[in-house]
């Protein structure tokens, strides 16, 4: 029994814990082609502008973090340490490109979070941020995106979809246009009306009203567990 018990975690350490650490290393490779892609194309779009007021700057913020800002947004870039399985209940799991190969249904992940620029330039730590995609990608370096707008409707065939540079560079500029095209909305009168003295001290001395887009979205994903298997 006990030669068995070993034969056992000595088999899943080989396959499922060697499967994560590639999977993890491929979607750091694919995070870090994706770097470069955004430095490049930030450089060039900076070369373009003709309005010195306008924002336009990439900042590598370590191994796993990079952020842009364009114009009044910032756009927050985060791959997750972490491997992922698809939940029993995803539809592809009904794919012929899962079913053939259980491994093929491991992720690892990549998040985009949509901020105001302001609110991390002024340190308004009340300002909410919003994920407008995740960037799904398993051992073959096939891919898909759960996201909003053209992010979430141009990236969803697991079975076809390989990370290549110029799909990177697509899904940088989809990042970049739904940031752009949704507006600051003024928060509701009511909410405002009242304040007390710290807080309008408090406004007077850093400008610290809670602002954000109001996007108005759930990923229908984050009503799934996914489970964490690295």
Known sequence: MLEENRKEILDLLHSKAALKQDIHED??????????????EVQFLKTQLTDQRIRMQYIDKGL?????????????FHMHTNVFLLPDEHPFWKLSYLKKN??????????????LAQSILQSREDDPGYLIGRI?????????IEGQGALGANFKNVEKGILTDDKLRDILYKSFCFASQFELLTPPFDLMSQVNVMQIQEISSTLNLQTGKRLGFKFSAEDQDFYTIK
């Open 136 to 144: 799904f990608v398993n051992k073959e370096g096939h891919f898909f």
């Open 102 to 115: 259980r491994d093929n249904g491991y992720f690892g992940i990549i998040y985009i979070y949509n901020f």
């Open 27 to 40: 979607t750091l490779n694919v995070f870090q082609n994706f770097k470069r892609i955004m430095q490049e």
């Open 64 to 76: 796993y973090e990079s952020q842009i800002f364009i114009g009044s947004d910032l756009l927050f």
